[in-house]
């Protein structure tokens, strides 16, 4: 059964879309400005996008004020030609709207790497991100001769007018291919990075979420379609209103998801996710209390059995304690990489923007480990448990 009134559905997805978007502009100025004290380029081109996409979601409800959503039966003539007028208007913004979106994400692009090459590339980006949108632009001013032709075509019967088709899907075509090329452009960079191939692919999967607006885009071409052969444009316009909102904000939350990666990591962390359950660290408690080291007393003295004990025992008991010294220390480990994993996106990439450094993520973890839980005979486990680690440091206290 069709739906006779668009609206109330039009509504909703635009303003919950919309709050999407701007939410993730505030938490990327946020991450930046606040957090990690990393303000960029990109990020000033972010806070340039969050007045841009304003002003788009206000054309978006000037549309659907005028009745776009309803049948063209039930409106009057003037709030026909207000859609009509408007629709020039959108083409002109939307276009204005993707140019920013994009020339941030390529601004943010920058930071990855030092590479002449690829930073000459970025700039090759920019310039066909602006000269595809002038081309848009050229497209929709001159798409009729005279100009008021577009509005008022029974007046200019002998105006020229570049077809209908044409109009509507060459854009649409246009901004897909430069979305494509923003996409991949970066992959040969990442891929190049000292990290492991996991995380080079969650890095890639950040920036490729940009890859759902290229999928609402081709959804796009249906409605234009169906706007090109339909009289009935202010019912084919509530489902254009639809699937812009869609497509302008899942481009924007695209553009601002790297950015938060920092916010991301630190709730992660904070919920236990990343060092496990109580995730004892030895880094914390270089130096015991008494009550500590006597419980340490107790406890090794249980583990390892006392002087009656059988020497099959102390072997057993030995490699229990050596796994549990071990597991602990592995945790402190992996709670040492993810805090410093917490940072931005850059802290992936630290190497390439420092060449002076060593390329890629170098982790040391120092475990201190008091004499007064040793006991007699057992110097060889202590021995064992440096081969794990990058520094072992030893607290020679009496």
Known sequence: MAINNLQPIAYIVVSLAF??????IFLRLYCRAILLRTFGWDDVAAVFLLLVNTMQQTILYIFLHYGCGLHAAALNKSQIYNIQKWLIVEEIFYMFTHWTIKTSFLFFYLRLSPD?????LVYATMALNTMVTITNWLLALLQCIPFEAILHPADYPHAKCIEADIVLMLPSGLNIITDLAILFLPIPTVLSLQMPFRRKMAVLGVIGFGASAVIVALCRFVVLKELGSSDDISYVLGNMVIVAALEIQSAVVAVNLPAMKALFSRVIDFSGYSGGSAGYKLSENPHHSGADLANGRNHSSA?????????SHNRSANRRLRKSITGMAERDLITTVNETMNGSEEDLIEGQQHPG???GIRVATTVDVDNTLRQPGDAHLYGKLVSPYKSWKKDERA
């Open 19 to 24: 709050a999407v978007g701007t939410s993730s």
């Open 357 to 359: 450094k060593i390329d």
């Open 116 to 120: 002449l090459t690829f930073r000459r």
């Open 303 to 311: 583990v390892l059995g006392g002087s009656n004990s059988k020497g």
